[in-house]
T-cell receptor, first 115, second 110 residues
Framework: EPEVTQTPSHQVTQMGQEVILRCVPISNHLYFYWYRQILGQKVEFLVSFYNNEISEKSEIFDDQFSVERPDGSNFTLKIRSTKLEDSAMYFC?????????????FGPGTRLTVL | QKEVEQNSGPLSVPEGAIASLNCTYSDRGSQSFFWYRQYSGKSPELIMSIYSNGDKEDGRFTAQLNKASQYVSLLIRDSQPSDSATYLCAVTGGGNKLTFGTGTQLKVEL
C-alpha cells in the first residue's frame, strides 16, 4: 500500500540554524500538508499546498517557514533561524483529488530538536 | 477560535467490550469529520471519515455524526488490546485544513 515517507526521522540542530524537512507524498495525491505536534500537545496545522502554491496557512506559518515542491515527487518544509520552541514532531500528509480530498494520510514524521 | 473538544481519558474498557469515544466541535460550518488513531510516538492514522448526519460503519468501527448537536462519536466493537491508542477527532471547514482535538487515550484491558 502506498505511503507518505519523510526524511530524516530525527534532526538535531542548533538554535538559529536552518533546517529542511523532506517528504515524498503518495504518488497520485494532489494536496500536500505540513502539521506539527509539540510533545504532549495536539496536532497543529501549518500549511496546505495545491497546484504548486500555498492554499492555506496557519498563524504559526510565518516568514520563518517556507514550503516547496522542487520536483515531481518531493515536498519540503524549510525552517529558517530555528528557535527552541520549534522543537516538535513535524508530519507531512497528502490527500487525493475529488470527494476524498479531505482524507489525509500522514507520514511517520520528523522529530526536530533545537538545542 | 475553532475548537474540537475531546475527553483526554484514559478510557479503560475490558477486552471484547464496546469503546465509545466522543468529540464536540465549535464551528457550525464544519463540513468533514475524521477519526485518527495515534500510537505513542507514531503518526496519526486515518481510520474513519464521515460527512453527513447518521452512522457510518467500517468493520468494528462505527462513526456517528450529529451536526445539529455538533457532535461526533466513534464506537469500537469487540475492543482488542491492539486498539489501545490515542484517538484523535479532526474536522475541516471550507478548505482541507484539519483541526484536531487533543485526543482520548483508550486502554483495552485483558
Amino acid at each position: 500500500e502506498p505511503e507518505v515517507t519523510q526524511t530524516p526521522s530525527h534532526q538535531v540542530t542548533q538554535m538559529g540554524q536552518e533546517v529542511i524537512l523532506r517528504c515524498v507524498p503518495i504518488s497520485n495525491h494532489l494536496y500536500f500538508y505540513w502539521y506539527r505536534q509539540i510533545l504532549g500537545q495536539k496536532v497543529e496545522f501549518l500549511v496546505s499546498f495545491y497546484n504548486n502554491e500555498i492554499s492555506e496557512k496557519s498563524e504559526i506559518f510565518d516568514d520563518q517557514f517556507s514550503v516547496e515542491r522542487p520536483d515531481g515527487s518531493n515536498f519540503t518544509l524549510k525552517i529558517r533561524s530555528t528557535k527552541l520552541e520549534d522543537s516538535a514532531m513535524y508530519f507531512c500528509a497528502s490527500s487525493p483529488a475529488g470527494t476524498r480530498q479531505g482524507e489525509q494520510f500522514f507520514g511517520p514524521g520528523t522529530r526536530l530538536t533545537v538545542l | 477560535q475553532k475548537e474540537v473538544e475531546q475527553n483526554s481519558g484514559p478510557l479503560s474498557v475490558p477486552e471484547g467490550a464496546i469503546a465509545s469515544l466522543n468529540c464536540t466541535y465549535s464551528d457550525r460550518g464544519s463540513q468533514s469529520f475524521f477519526w485518527y488513531r495515534q500510537y505513542s510516538g507514531k503518526s496519526p492514522e486515518l481510520i474513519m471519515s464521515i460527512y453527513s448526519n447518521g452512522d457510518k460503519e467500517d468493520g468494528r468501527f462505527t462513526a456517528q455524526l450529529n451536526k445539529a448537536s455538533q457532535y461526533v462519536s466513534l464506537l469500537i466493537r469487540d475492543s482488542q488490546p491492539s486498539d489501545s491508542a490515542t484517538y484523535l477527532c479532526a474536522v475541516t471547514g471550507g478548505g482541507n485544513k484539519l483541526t484536531f482535538g487533543t485526543g482520548t487515550q483508550l486502554k483495552v484491558e485483558l
